[in-house]
């Protein structure tokens, strides 16, 4: 199966910063790679699909890029809203699998 | 708009069996396929299977074959997760979610979601 691996594990910043969150793939997969956002005690929402599409609704401080194996995800300027985690999924193979996630926190 | 509802919480004892169901909504009963993902306390994302509402195709993570089970009544817009021999690890929370309807992959163009709102499994003696 695909491994992803995200880093960093956690990533420190304030208010208004850039935040740049990366996702690596043990093989290629392509641009099928999609970025959820999961808050507390809710379940995940997708962001972004197919490396850098925005999902709809999804606020344009938000961008994906990437193929192959590396992967990022930008927010350009942080809210307080998005101090949450986000994981990556591969969805060019089965087993779909995701990686183990980035902890955005306040610094 | 797709809603994706699921069944309450459960609480089991070691080698018990649980089922649990995913309602899709407002969408075309058979366009859709359902894939169910868990997460531990305080633990990250986990994968575990999907099947095809129209065709029942199914795929599972290594790690559950042969111990989980998903199935769908595409009449009735449901899908359901059944697993057997359950442990303490089996603790954690359990989602489905909206995904693509058929087995060969990459589907292009597919918005995957939305998810459930999560069912809680408790395993303990």
């Known amino acids: 199966e695909i491994v992803l691996t995200q880093s960093p594990a956690t990533l420190s910043l304030s208010p208004g910063e850039r935040a740049t969150l990366s996702c690596r793939a043990s093989?290629?997969?392509?641009?099928?790679l999609a970025w959820f956002q999961q808050k507390p005690g809710q379940a995940p929402r997708l962001l972004i699909y197919e490396a850098s599409k925005r999902a709809p609704a999804i606020p344009a401080r938000f961008s994906g890029s990437g193929s192959g194996t590396d992967f990022t995800l930008t927010i350009s300027s942080l809210e307080p809203a998005d101090f949450v985690i986000y994981y990556c999924q591969q969805r060019n193979e089965w087993p779909f699998t995701f990686g183990p996630g980035t902890k955005v926190d306040l610094k | 708009q797709v809603q994706v509802t699921q069944s309450g919480a459960e609480v089991k004892k070691p080698g018990d069996s649980v089922k649990v169901s995913c309602k899709i909504s407002g969408q075309n009963t058979y366009s859709y396929g359902i894939s169910w993902v868990r997460q531990a306390p305080g633990q990250g994302l986990e994968w575990m299977g999907w099947i095809s509402a129209r065709r029942g195709d199914t795929k599972y993570a290594e790690k559950f074959q042969g111990r989980v089970t998903v199935t769908a009544d595409p009449s009735a817009g449901t899908g359901f997760l059944e697993m057997r021999g359950l442990t303490s690890d089996d603790t954690a929370t359990y989602f489905c979610?909206?995904?693509?309807?058929?087995?060969?992959?990459?589907?292009?163009?597919?918005?995957?979601?939305?998810w459930g709102q999560g069912t809680r499994l408790t395993v303990s003696s």
């Open positions: 093989q290629s997969v392509d641009i099928d």
């Open positions: 979610m909206r995904d693509t309807p058929v087995q060969i992959v990459p589907l292009r163009d597919f918005l995957v979601g939305p």
